[in-house]
C-alpha cells in the first residue's frame, strides 16, 4: 500500500504504507536510539508525534508485555527506513504490524530518515502528515490542522490512583509519566500514589508524603507551572523533590534560571553528560527540547551534569533544598541504567 508523508511546506516522501490506514497529522520528531523502539513508541512524551526512527530497521525483536511505558500509545504515526512486519514465530511476542493495526497507529517505510533528520537541525518543528495522496488537498488539509496544546493536562491520569509497596510514601504528579518510572521505584520498595496534573498542595498535604516527585511528559512548561509553582513554594526545601524531563524544566523555571531551547530535540539513548563532581561521563536517555544556561543558575550545587553537545546543564542536585533534577530519564528504558543511582540520591533524602 503506498503511502506519503506530507510535509506543511510543500515536500513529501514516497513510501509504502503499514499499520493502521488512517490519516495523521503530528509534530515530526526523531528518535535517535538503535534499540528500544518498544519503549519509544509508547513513551506518553512523545505524545502528538510522528517518530522517525534513524536505525536501518524496525520490527525484528516484536512487542512484548513488560515493555510498555504506556498502555495506550499517544504518538500519531511512524516513520522508518525499513522494517519487519512479522517478528520471529514466539508466542509470548506480538509482531510491529498487528501491534500498529490493534492501536490505531499508522506508519510508512522506506522512508530516506536520514533526510528527515537534516530538516530538523534547520528548522525547530515541522508539521507532517501520513497520507494516501500528495495532491493540493492533501496539502491543504495539513495547513489547516492545528497541533494540540497543553499535552500533560490532556494525557496526564485523570485520578488518583496507588503503586503500592512497603516503605516511604511518595507523592508523584503525573505529567505523562512512564511506567518504568514506577518501576524503578517500587524495586527500591516505596509506596507510591500517582496523582493527575491538577493536583493541588492541599492533595499532597493529605497524603502526608515523605517525597515528591514531578515526572516527564509532553507539555511545556508555561502550560504546567501555574499548577505546580503553589505545591513548588509549599514544598520545596521541606519535602525532597525530584523532576524527570518536564519536571525538571518546571523546577528550573519555578527557581528562574534560564531554559533555552537546544539546536534540536535529543530523543534518544546515546546522550552523554558529565558529573561535574567526578569528570564520570554517564550515557543516558533523553526526550527534550530544552536545557539550562550554567550562568543563569545563582545558588549552591551540590552536583551538577552537562550536556556533552552544548555544555548546558542536563541535571543538577542541591542536598540543602533537598532537590535532584535531571533533563534525562534515571530508568532509561530504553538505554543505560547508568543514571539510575538518581532514584537512590533522592531516596537518600528521604532518611
Do not use: C
Amino acid at each position: 500500500m503506498k503511502r506519503f508523508l506530507i510535509l506543511e511546506d510543500g515536500r513529501f516522501f514516497a513510501g509504502a504504507g503499514l499499520g493502521a490506514s488512517i490519516i495523521s497529522t503530528g509534530e515530526l520528531a526523531i528518535h535517535t536510539g538503535n534499540y528500544g523502539y518498544q519503549e519509544a513508541l509508547t513513551d506518553p512524551t512523545n505524545a502528538g508525534k510522528i517518530l522517525a526512527f534513524t536505525t536501518p530497521l524496525i520490527g525484528a525483536t516484536g512487542i512484548n508485555t513488560i515493555d510498555y511505558e504506556s498502555i495506550n500509545p499517544l504518538i500519531k504515526g511512524v516513520i522508518m527506513n525499513d522494517v519487519v512486519a512479522s517478528s520471529a514465530n514466539n508466542n509470548e511476542l506480538q509482531d510491529l504490524s498487528s501491534f500498529l493495526i490493534e492501536k490505531k497507529i499508522p506508519a510508512i517505510y522506506q522512508v530516506d530518515t536520514r533526510a528527515l533528520v537534516h530538516l530538523l537541525q534547520t528548522e525547530e518543528k515541522i508539521k507532517v502528515s501520513i497520507m494516501d495522496t500528495n495532491d493540493a488537498h492533501a496539502f491543504d488539509q495539513i495547513k489547516a490542522l492545528v497541533l494540540p496544546k497543553n499535552k500533560s493536562a490532556m494525557y496526564s491520569t485523570k485520578n488518583a490512583y496507588a503503586a503500592p509497596n512497603v516503605g516511604k510514601s511518595i507523592a508523584v504528579i503525573d505529567l505523562g509519566l512512564k511506567h518504568s518510572m514506577l518501576r524503578s521505584l517500587s524495586l527500591r520498595k516505596v509506596n507510591v500514589t500517582v496523582l493527575p496534573a491538577s493536583a493541588t498542595k492541599t492533595d499532597i498535604q493529605n497524603l502526608r508524603p515523605d517525597g515528591i516527585v514531578i515526572s516527564n511528559g509532553p507539555g511545556k512548561t508555561d502550560e504546567v507551572l501555574p499548577t505546580l509553582a503553589p505545591i513548588l513554594t509549599e514544598f520545596y526545601g521541606k519535602l525532597p523533590i525530584l523532576g524527570i524531563g518536564l519536571g525538571f524544566l518546571a523546577i528550573a523555571d519555578f527557581l528562574n534560571f534560564a531554559i533555552t531551547p537546544l539546536p534540536h530535540a535529543f530523543n534518544g539513548t546515546n546522550y552523554p553528560v558529565i558529573e561535574q563532581n567526578s569528570d564520570r561521563i554517564w550515557q543516558t536517555a533523553m526526550n527534550i527540547s530544552n536545557l539550562i544556561y550554567p550562568d543563569s543558575m545563582k545558588m549552591n550545587l551540590d552536583q551538577e551534569f552537562f550536556d556533552i553537545h552544548t555544555d548546558l546543564v542536563a541535571g543538577f542536585v542541591n542536598l540543602a533544598d533537598k532537590v535532584v533534577a535531571t533533563a534525562f530519564n534515571p530508568e532509561g528504558s530504553p538505554g543505560s541504567w547508568e543514571a539510575s543511582r538518581i532514584f537512590d540520591t533522592f531516596l537518600k533524602m528521604m532518611e
